[in-house]
């Protein structure tokens, strides 16, 4: 491979939808990537549109991804993109992200990776037999905060892990604006789009994700309720659970969209016999720590003197300025890029470098979103395994 630039495409993310802007955005951060090719909408006017406004040549704007794939499998190897990344509804992620592996084409996709379990598995068996790369946007999990909250966890600084407790409360679903068009709640409550689940799909996935990746440990099986509080509303817009992890840690998730006031808030804390800690998404640059023998520490994301290497090498800016969403997303796109351009060197990867969600994680998120609807709508059987 020569000294370039990742060659970048999409499925998704015209200029009318919001979260492919984020990904673009984080996806240029380092000077890794670059956006030569798209689909950017079902709409052939939208993504043409919209290709025009990326300053992208007509002959590299496409009406579907199917003839993208093909085009571009025929340019030469130095022209033609190295990746695809997928922003589109749930239900439109499996089949673009399997015909990118099936012609060579490395993968990003945000979450949850697929509409089902079983497309979910079967992206994984794909990804294990091309040895192709995919990354998947749990973008919490890339906060420099994390990263040291996972480091001090592993190194055992918190003793032998009991409980926690994570939540993602928003409100902005409180009341039916998927009626009114023109935003982003129209897909995410349709079950026909986004899946069985709507909240937890949603954004439980995010909660649960933080857990398992924070405490190196899984859920092993769950006892939930799914609400749907707006009249009319065909699917969950709030619900709840107690989870059993490995080695008996125990766990309380709580995900909500009509929490009225609430953003992002994201947060989690997580007890042991020696600590605890404590981390808040709208207040990332913090991570509390919490001692048993000792007053409670605060520390603060760019201060390298009491941090790790894992939190340093995820950290941009000096203490005081604030590490945020996109930062976090540019994260996930960076290891990515550098994995990708070690493998097409023939070289290893660097430990942090695949430091990044990937098929696995996809798979166990819809066995998450699978096991919380199959548990969390039954009134007769409490506790429900981990469904696989």
Known sequence: MKNRKLKMGMVGGGSDAFIGAIHRRAAFMDNLIELVCGCFSVDPEISKSSGRSYFLPENRIYNTYQEMFEREMALPEEERMDFVTIVTPNRFHFEPAMMALER?????????????????????????????????????????????????????????????????????LAERIELLGGNNAGWRTDPKLSGKAGCMGDIGTHAWHLSEYMTGLKVEELCAELNTFVPGRPIDDDGAAFLRFEGGVKGTLIASQIAIGEANNINIRIYGEKGGLEWHQ????????????????????????????????????????????????????????????????????????????????????????????????DDHKKWHKWID
């Open 104 to 172: 060579g084409f490395h993968v990003v996709v945000d979450k949850p990776m697929t509409f089902s379990l079983d497309e979910a598995k079967q992206l994984q068996k794909k990804v294990e037999e091309t040895g192709l790369i995919l990354a998947l946007t749990h973008v919490y999990s890339a906060f420099p905060a994390v990263k040291e909250a996972k480091a001090r966890i592993a190194r055992g600084e918190l003793g032998r892990l009991r409980r926690l407790y994570v939540e993602y409360p928003q409100g902005w």
């Open 282 to 377: 709208e207040n990332p640059n913090l991570l509390i720590m919490k001692w048993i023998d000792r007053p409670s520490e605060i520390l603060q994301v760019g201060n390298n003197t009491f941090l790790g290497e894992e939190a340093k090498w995820n950290t941009r800016t000096p203490a005081g300025h604030p590490e945020g969403f996109i930062e976090a997303f540019a994260n996930i796109y960076r290891n990515f890029a550098l994995t990708v351009m070690a493998k097409l060197k023939g070289e290893t990867p660097c430990a942090d470098c695949l430091d990044f969600p990937t098929a696995y994680d996809g798979v166990r998120g819809m066995q998450f979103i699978e096991t919380m609807v199959a548990a969390g709508y």
